[in-house]
């Protein structure tokens, strides 16, 4: 009897052993241990969600992930081109291309596949006041009867809550203004986006006519919906800075907001992404839908903002999305081999 126990003991210990060596044998076989990531993310807190679920892919892969560097578009190109970086999981294409050709294009980045389609950006006003004035297009604004509307300082010029300097959309802004006439009426308002947002959103509240630039996906259409509260401006033609001088912007629908409709793409630093086919695998074929990223934007602005809650969202969005994540890490495993 003794000798069967004993017997039974050997077994399941041989058995445990296996298992062991099974678990580490796999745990070196990730095509990613020892060597380190470096993620970049501009300073708009609500890319740190898209940004921490491809870091969670690449944990998973078994990449040893740093910190988040926050760091502007223009300098963040050059330093994943520059190898300062490894990622930046929201290059806007195309409103970053200047960007992107000015770090060296393709021979210094990493872009396949995309993140997030479907983006669209443009100017917004209330739509009390559309319907009131008949305000459908921003070179209305061109008279200053109609720019005063949106007058909130008193100068009686048009007001328009902007884009951060560094982000390329104030770019595109600036040129609007020269090109469609709108010079001598409208004030661009840059700084803090989401200091201006929030106080153009109080001044809707309390009834006052409002004149925005925004983006989707991104919270603010959560709150302000366009349809309901405000509508799109459309614009009196095509034209765009730089690189885009002759690009159409029209929408499929006709629709002409002033801006390409973009995609967010994940790029990375060339030398590295060839030298690991998982992680270059892996940013080619993960997708997040705007829907997504918009309903963890607005969960932000309702206060879920600190890197504790954006944590706990990103693992949520994995684990409820579990088996598309599990795809993306096998596929990308496949890609080492």
């Not at 603010?220 to 509508?231: A, I, R, Y």
Request: negative net charge.
């Amino acid at each position: 009897m003794k000798l069967i126990k004993l017997k039974r003991m050997l077994q399941l210990s041989a058995a445990a052993a296996v298992i062991s060596l099974g678990g580490t044998a796999q745990a070196a076989d990730l095509p990613g241990k020892g060597i380190e990531v470096q993620p970049l993310k501009s300073s708009i807190a609500e890319e740190t969600f898209q940004t921490l679920v491809v870091m969670k892919a690449l944990e998973a892969l078994g990449y040893d992930v740093k910190p988040i560097k926050e760091i502007e578009y223009a300098a963040g190109h050059i330093a994943i081109a520059n190898g300062d970086g490894t990622f930046l999981a929201d290059h806007w294409d195309p409103l970053h291309v200047d960007f992107y050709n000015k770090a060296g294009g393709d021979e210094k980045l990493y872009r396949e596949g995309v993140y997030s389609g479907g983006a669209l950006q443009g100017y917004l006003i209330d739509k009390k006041t559309a319907d009131k004035y008949g305000i459908k297009n921003v070179g209305q604004l061109k008279d200053p009867k109609i720019a005063k509307l949106f007058d909130s300082n008193g100068d009686g010029k048009a007001d328009l809550a902007g884009c951060n300097p560094g982000w390329g959309c104030e770019k595109v802004i600036e040129h609007h203004l020269d090109t469609y006439g709108l010079r001598d009426t409208v004030t661009h308002n840059q700084g803090s986006y989401g200091a201006i947002i929030a106080d153009t959103i109080a001044r809707y509240k309390q009834g006052d006519s409002i004149f925005y630039y925004t983006w989707t996906p991104y919270w603010v259409s959560g709150v302000l919906v366009p349809g309901k509260d405000v509508v799109w401006l459309q614009v009196p033609f095509s034209s765009l800075p730089g690189a885009r001088e002759n690009v159409d912007t029209s929408l499929p629908d006709g629709s002409n907001y002033g801006f390409q409709a973009n995609t967010q793409r994940i790029i990375a630093n060339r030398a590295w992404a060839e030298a690991n086919p998982a992680a270059a695998k892996l940013f080619a074929i993960m997708q997040l839908s705007n829907n997504d990223i918009s309903a963890q934007n607005l969960r932000m602005r309702d206060g879920e903002k600190s890197a504790a809650d954006i944590e706990r969202h990103a693992d949520a969005w994995i684990k409820g999305h579990q088996e598309l994540f599990d795809s993306w890490i096998a596929e990308a495993k496949k890609a080492a081999m």
